[in-house]
Structures are given as C-alpha cells and as structure tokens.
C-alpha cells in the first residue's frame, strides 16, 4: 500500500483523514498513484492535476523522503520507501500568500 | 408562511442565511467550503432546494457543489469543463493572441423549468451547460464560434462570462454578457449568438462603438417584460427596449454612473436599482458615502437611497452579482459589500440593515422567496 497524505482542503472535500492509503497496480509511480487515488476519490479529479492535460495543477507540490517531487515525471519510479509503505507521499498546497 | 433564503458567496466560503417573511431577524448557516472562493450559488426556480455552488481555489481549481436540501448538505459534481474542438485564441493584454484557458467558473444559472439543467459562465469566456444535475458539462461552442472570439480580451478581473439571463417567455432566447466583449443573444438555445451591444459607447476602447469589446458588468430583466433589458456597463447605465437590439443610456442624474450591479423590483418593472462607485480605479462609493440609488421611472431619474447605509468613511465595493431581490410584497432588495456586511431592505429600498456584518468580503447575492 502506499500511503498519500492529502492537504487539509482535499481531506474535507474526500471526506478523510490526513493520510489515505491506496493499493496502486504496477509500478509506483506520481501517474499510478494519481490514478489510484482519483479512482477512490473521483470528487480529487482536477483538483491536483488538470482535467485536460494531466499537468500538475501550479500550486501543488509533491514531497517525499524529504525531497521535492514536483518536477519529476509523472512516470518515473517513486522512492523506494514511498513504494513499499514506509514512508508517505506528500501532497501540499504551496504557501503562497505572503 | 413564507420564507426567504439569502445565499451568500465569499472570498472565503458559502453562508445561507434564512429569515421568516418579517425578515427581521436572520440565522446565519456556514461556512460551507470554508476556505475556498464562492463566486456563486444559486437555486433552482424549480425546484428550490435544489442550489449549485461554483467553489475554486487557486491552489485547487474548480468544484462544483450541488445541495438536494436547500444547502444544508453539499455534493461534489462534476468539474471537468473542456472546451469544445480546438479552444483557438483570444486577445491578451498586450496585443497578442493567446490560447483560451479555463480558470474558474464565474455564474450558475439554473434552468427556470428543470433542476438537472444549469448554465455555467466561465473564464476564460465561455458558455458551458450541464443537463444532468452538474455531473456532466459540455460547452455550447457557438458563442466562442460566432467569430469575434478573437477579438475578445480581459477585463481587469479576466475574460469573463458573467451574466446569463434566461428568458422566461421564450426557452430559446438566452442573454450573456462578457467582459470586455459585451452582450450577446441566441434565439435558438445556444446554438449560434449575434452581438448585441448597438448603442454602448466605450471610451476605452479604440472604436468607442464597436460591435464587440465593451466591459459590461451587468445584466437585468423582469421577467414580465423579457423585451425591455438593464445594463450597469464599466461606464454607463443603459436600458434596451427592444431584447437588446439597440440601447440607450438611462444615467441621468446619478453622482457617478461607474457600477457593478443593477437589479429590477420583483413586481414593479420600470423601478431599478445600482450601486454607483467612484470610478474604475476608485472601486469605493464617492464621498465616503454607501448609496443604492432607485429609478422608479426606468432609468434617467434616481434617488438616493441611504437610511441605515454608511454615511461616512465607507470605502466597499459592491461585486456584479451581489444584489438581489425577493418576491415578497413590500419587495426586499439584499447586497453585500467587500467588507463582508450584508444588507437588506425589506421595504423596496426606502431603509436598511445589515443582516451580517463580519463574512468575508462577499462576491456574490441571491435570494430565494419561499413558499
């Protein structure tokens, strides 16, 4: 399992707690997670990536093992403590504001 | 006995507020969606406890809510709005064509005759509808088709559909007004548009009497009188005869005729009301002083309006679509201010009191007269 830990905007919107854990098929990925995760929660489809180009939406990072992953392509292989549970992945809202 | 129910759109959350028919006293639910912006709600003519609520974030988009109780509870729908075929341009601010991009949704018109079916008006300007309660939505292409699209650009606040005017007499007949484009109307269910701004003068455009370019903020009908259309424009406040083939100017004697909303008493069609503001980058009403001001003559000739309004060092504005109506007799008439107060008149105009004065700053008004 894979366990993704959602902002507090996205928790109330699915209705959940802080992490959601998710049985992600084939290799762990930002794209299979996404897609597991939309599949559970269809009311998170456009809210973390773009309905339309699948392109992470501007606002949102991605953090894990204490690195930033918010720039890696969406098809390449997680963490391998990400992959196997023992760690999260991070979904954040990025401060903005001032 | 009847009831009214106040919905409120903010900078930061949804609120229903609900009063008896004396309207005197008020209880204030919410906020729903804390957190993210609500730059509408509104509820179904047809059925009343059906509202939908355009809910955005910039960190997390678009949603959009649907309540089957009259806002006490909320349901996530559908919010993938794409536009149809290639999406093509439109004018950027410096001059250059730059693609269409959809940002937000800025107004939820419900169906007058079924609750499934709403229109949306978007940024980037478009005219989406859904015909399943707010699970699906397809664009009508037409509007963005019709082939000024390219010449449309951003306002200030973007390139927004923000007004959706449904004629009640004829289902076919459907008013939108974009800023900057102007106003446009289809007489066959949203299939093709024609412009409809003959008569607007922009000063602020190159050709002041363009077919298409104008910053019309606001859009009003009774729906008695479906031929005869109310316009707040950047500058201007405006009046159509004639189902907005041709306008002419109704300011008359108004301290400024700068505004955002305009709106029609529920049962007396030539009795109007605006929020003059000091100017377009002066977004606060002159002299310090909160004044609706009524025409009971169609236009040309307004009367200020303050008892239990701001009379000093009032520095709010009042958005495009926050103010409304009842259908209660005395008609009340509600507006909320970017500093978070609501208020409401129960006697058409003639005084007023803050129903909540502390939400955030509000974006949106409507108001559902129940049975």
């Known amino acids: ?98 | 006995m009847s009831r009214v129910r106040v919905l409120v759109g903010t900078r930061k959350g949804a609120f229903v507020l609900t009063s008896d028919a004396k309207r005197e006293r008020w209880d204030v639910g919410g906020p729903h969606f804390a957190g993210w912006e609500i730059y509408h709600l509104k509820g179904s003519p047809a059925d009343p406890n059906r509202l939908y609520a355009s809910q955005s974030s910039g960190w997390f988009g678009q949603l959009i809510q649907r309540s089957n109780d009259g806002g006490k509870t909320w349901e996530p729908v559908g919010n993938a709005f794409a536009y149809d075929g290639v999406p093509g341009t439109h004018q950027w601010y410096d001059g250059t064509q730059h693609p269409w991009e959809f940002k937000r949704v800025w107004h939820l018109e419900p169906s007058l005759t079924d609750p499934d079916t709403v229109y949306a008006g978007v940024e980037d300007a478009a005219l989406f509808r859904s015909t399943d309660g707010g699970q699906t939505w397809r664009e009508l292409p037409g509007l963005r088709g019709h082939g000024s699209g390219p010449s449309w650009a951003p306002g200030a606040g973007g390139m927004c559909l923000h007004t959706i005017v449904l004629n009640p007499s004829d289902p076919n007949r459907i008013f939108i007004a974009i800023s900057a484009a102007g106003v446009f109307r289809t007489d066959d269910a949203g299939k093709t548009w024609r412009p409809m701004n003959r008569g607007l003068r922009s000063e602020g455009i190159p050709d002041p009497n363009a077919e298409v370019g104008h910053c019309v903020h606001h859009v009003a009908m009774h729906p008695s009188r479906p031929g005869v259309l109310f316009m707040q424009k950047h500058w201007d406040v405006m009046r159509s005869d004639d189902a907005g083939e041709s306008w002419h100017e109704v300011s008359g004697n108004l301290p400024t005729d700068f505004g955002f909303p305009i709106d029609v008493h529920a049962h007396e069609p030539d009795t109007i009301y605006v929020v003059p503001i000091k100017s377009d980058s002066e977004h606060y009403p002159p002299e310090g002083k909160l004044r609706v001001y009524r025409s009971r003559t169609g236009g040309h000739e307004w009367e200020a309006l303050t008892k239990g309004l701001p009379q000093r060092d009032c520095y709010v504005n009042v958005l495009r679509d926050a103010m409304a109506v009842d259908s209660l007799d005395p008609c009340g008439v509600y507006f909320g201010t970017s500093g978070g107060q609501v208020y409401a008149s129960t006697d058409a105009g003639d005084s007023w009191d803050p129903i909540v004065r502390d939400l955030p700053a509000v974006a949106s008004v409507e108001v559902q007269t129940l049975p």
Do not use: K, N
Not at chain 1, 4 to 19: C, S, T
Not at chain 1, 62 to 74: G, K
């Open chain 1, 1 to 98: 399992m894979i366990r993704v830990v959602l902002p507090a905007h996205l928790q109330a919107l699915a209705r959940v707690r802080r992490e959601v854990a998710l049985q992600v098929e084939g290799p762990a990925t930002q794209r299979a997670v996404f897609d597991a995760l939309e599949a559970a929660y269809p009311m998170l489809r456009g809210t973390i990536r773009d309905h339309v180009t699948r392109q992470r939406r501007p606002l949102v990072r991605f953090f894990a093992c204490e690195r930033d992953l918010s720039h890696e392509s969406p098809d390449a292989p997680l963490p391998d403590a990400v992959a196997m549970g023992e760690e999260p992945f991070l979904i954040i809202g990025a401060m903005a504001g001032g």
